[in-house]
């Protein structure tokens, strides 16, 4: 398992910020195009989630499921492929619904909206969420009838949830920032090498 007091304690040494004039969404897919191609074919989900700590079963499902249900959204005018590959550069069109609205339609982050996720839900600690908080904050987020999207947002925190808790089961601010523009994601690899290596000496 990676360790999250570590991942949280590196995130704010580093004291980056998020540019609102980039789209900070592509730059989040963009970990799992392993090729660095533009594309995204489903063994590249599936290698990026081992990456990070994600189990078997778990990663082929959520790799079948993310580029089955994305890959057309983003070819725009393009026949499907049974390879469903996701085009990065148009992962804006393949936002799903019931999400937090930090992303804006183009992609971009909305600082706003994520400060005030922590307005809203962080009753116990100022700066992160417990898991009830975190689901207080799915359920207020949920769209009617948008199965798909309550289904894409309980699966994408969860899991974030299940990797970067710290010790005493919250959810850091830094850590879901992180989240947003994909520097976690790096983060969590070098993590996970590093304790292999340490655990094969």
Same mark, same amino acid.
């Given at each position: ?13 580093k004291?980056e910020?998020?540019?609102?004039d ?6 989040h897919?963009?970990f ?6 533009g594309i995204?074919y ?9 990456a990070i ?5 778990f990663?082929?499902?959520?790799? +079948?499921?993310? #580029?089955?249900s &994305?890959s057309?959204k =983003? ?5 499907? *492929?049974?390879?469903?590959p996701?085009d990065?550069q ?8 019931s999400d937090?609205g930090?992303?804006?339609?183009n992609?971009?982050f ?9 307005r809203?839900?962080a009753?116990?600690?100022p ?10 904050? +799915?359920?207020a #987020?949920r769209e &009617?009838?948008?199965y =798909?999207?309550?289904?894409s947002?309980? *699966? ?7 990797l970067?808790?710290?010790?005493d089961?919250?959810l850091?601010?830094?850590t879901m920032r992180a989240?947003?523009?994909?520097s976690?994601?790096?983060h ?5 090498a ?7 000496i």
């Amino acid at each position: 398992m990676v360790s999250t007091n570590s991942t949280t304690s590196d995130l704010q040494e580093k004291g980056e910020s998020i540019p609102n004039d980039q789209n900070v969404l592509q730059k989040h897919v963009l970990f799992f195009d392993r090729n660095q191609d533009g594309i995204v074919y489903p063994w590249e989900t599936f290698q990026g989630l081992r990456a990070i700590g994600c189990g078997v079963v778990f990663s082929v499902a959520s790799a +079948l499921f993310i #580029n089955i249900s &994305l890959s057309q959204k =983003t070819r725009p005018g393009k026949y499907p *492929s049974l390879l469903f590959p996701i085009d990065v550069q148009n992962i804006h069109l393949a936002k799903h619904g019931s999400d937090s609205g930090v992303y804006d339609h183009n992609g971009r982050f909305l600082h706003e909206k994520f400060e005030a996720i922590f307005r809203k839900y962080a009753h116990t600690h100022p700066d992160a969420l417990t898991s009830g908080e975190l689901m207080a904050m +799915l359920r207020a #987020n949920r769209e &009617l009838k948008d199965y =798909t999207g309550w289904l894409s947002s309980w *699966s994408e925190w969860k899991t974030l949830y299940v990797l970067c808790k710290d010790s005493d089961g919250l959810l850091q601010k830094e850590t879901m920032r992180a989240l947003y523009d994909g520097s976690l994601f790096e983060h969590l690899e070098k993590q996970r090498a590093s304790a292999k290596k340490k655990a094969s000496i």
